[in-house]
């Protein structure tokens, strides 16, 4: 499965008050998933593609 990125918050969103968690803090979080879970699936991938050219 193959999940859309992540979008940053729009500039009205955040109201720059030191919320906990700030939006940009919660984007953050779901930005370095995201690029972890692309990461897995690159990795998947590139092994899937070594088996499959072994057994060739």
């Not at 030191?18 to 803090?25: E, N």
Request: glycine share 2%; proline share 7%.
């Amino acid at each position: 499965m193959n999940r859309e990125r992540p979008t940053p918050p729009g500039e009205y969103e955040c109201c720059e008050s030191a919320c906990s968690p700030c939006v940009w803090d919660t984007y953050y979080e779901d930005l370095h998933a995201w690029n972890a879970e692309q990461k897995a699936l690159k990795e998947a991938q590139e092994q899937q593609t070594d088996k499959s050219e072994a057994d060739a």
